[in-house]
């Protein structure tokens, strides 16, 4: 228990005494207990509004109600005195039952969410021999530093984390009003990750499918760009870090994963063809002795990942790969029914924190393939 609540109940005491002395004498007990009922109810409304302080507000409105009721019912000091003692063990009776509620509460979630370490998560790391700090391009630094800011975004989940793990969690439930008034506090609510995982991609069209248009599509260059960062910030999704003291003390880590829809459209300059992602999949370049890709229909996913059956790159990803180290975030290879695209996934600062690689570090990619869709009024026939 705090001092402040000491105080809160020192002050109750005092006021309870007060009521019994000042009011001893019937021939000034209307007068000073309608300045007592002034004075109480005044700071309880001052302490209650501007500093929601519940607990002692609490206590200074009930002594100046106590004090409406005496004086309207003529009460004697000892029947005041008796009141006000009851009224005291009421509230103090209530807000004990609140703060314990509150602190068991926190203690359970405390035990859902521990600190933990990634280090044995991320141990493949380690192996490798420690690389240099890239040169990137200052294109690629841009789009780096965009990434950091999107990442380090202030996340209310951090944030609540971080309080559940510091003194500060039992400091505010301990302080007058037992926190029952702050609006943002830990809590379960605050903490699971709401998450909405996206409709599965559609199909390719059969290859066999002639597009009936005279001019070649084009699938618009900066809306592919725009469609992988948009990938990339849902798969890694800032507020899934959790709170990360450092690398061996993370709480709340949720795996990578895509969390939230995702649209599969990317815009044509050629408005009657119409262009989705058809396949994304994760391309690591730390865990294996070669980059590999994770052979699956289904959006990554670093948990499900775990068994999952990995391929060998292709021509065009090899060939690209390189380009992403320090050139390119996004390297595309036009088809007239077929794009291939590489993305980049970088380490920005934030990333550092757990990964045992310098800042800019190629930690891995995503590998797309976007297919072109007849659209409603164009004329689509099969070839035989």
């Known amino acids: ?3 402040d609540f000491l105080i809160v109940v020192l002050l109750h005491a005092v006021l309870a005494v007060a009521l019994v002395v000042v009011l001893a004498r019937d021939d000034r007990r ?3 207990a309608k300045w007592l009922q002034r004075i109480t109810g005044v700071a309880g409304v001052l302490l209650l509004i501007p500093f929601g302080d519940l607990l002692a507000a609490a206590v200074l409105l009930a002594t100046s109600i106590i004090c409406i009721v005496g004086r309207t019912f003529d009460w004697t000091s000892r029947r005041m005195a008796i009141v006000s003692g ?25 035990e859902d969410y521990p600190l933990v370490s990634l280090a ?20 690629v630094r841009k789009t780096l530093d965009a990434t950091e800011e999107f990442l380090d975004r202030d996340s209310w989940r951090s944030h609540a984390l971080e309080l559940l793990h510091s003194r500060a969690s039992h400091e ?6 037992f926190g029952v008034t702050r609006m943002r506090r830990p809590s379960r609510l605050a903490v699971v990750l709401k998450e909405e995982p996206p409709e599965p991609l559609p199909s390719a069209p059969p290859a066999i499918v002639d597009y009936r248009t005279e001019s070649e599509p084009a699938a618009n260059a900066k809306s592919l760009r725009t469609k992988h960062f948009g990938a990339r910030d849902h798969f890694l999704d800032g507020r899934a870090f959790g ?15 895509f969390r939230r829809p995702f649209a599969p459209e990317v815009e044509t300059d050629t408005k009657p063809v119409a262009w989705k992602v058809t396949s994304l999949q994760l391309v690591s370049l730390l865990k294996f002795e070669a980059p590999q890709v994770y052979d699956t229909p289904h959006f990554p996913d670093m948990v499900e990942l775990v068994g999952v059956p ?18 390119e975030d996004v390297v595309i290879e036009p088809g007239q029914n077929r794009i291939e695209m590489l993305g980049s996934l970088r380490a920005s600062k934030t990333c550092t924190a757990c990964h045992s690689v310098p800042e800019g570090t190629l930690l891995g990619a995503f590998t797309y393939v976007i297919s072109r869709f007849p659209a409603a009024a164009e004329a689509v026939s099969e070839l035989r």
Request: proline fraction near 7%.
């Open 1 to 3: 228990m705090s001092n």
């Open 30 to 32: 209307k007068t000073a």
């Open 86 to 110: 009851t009224a005291m063990l009421g509230l103090f009776s209530f807000y004990w039952i609140i703060y314990v509620a509150q602190v068991r509460s926190l203690d359970r979630l405390r």
């Open 120 to 139: 044995p998560r991320l141990a493949h790391e380690s192996s490798r021999s420690l690389q240099d700090t890239p040169d990137l391009m200052p294109e």
């Open 172 to 177: 505010f439930v301990s302080a007058p009003g």
């Open 243 to 257: 709170f990360v003291r450092n690398r061996d003390q993370v709480a709340g880590f949720e795996a990578h994963a």
């Open 310 to 327: 990995t391929r060998s790159l292709t021509p065009f990803e090899s060939d690209s790969l390189p380009k992403l180290a320090t050139q």
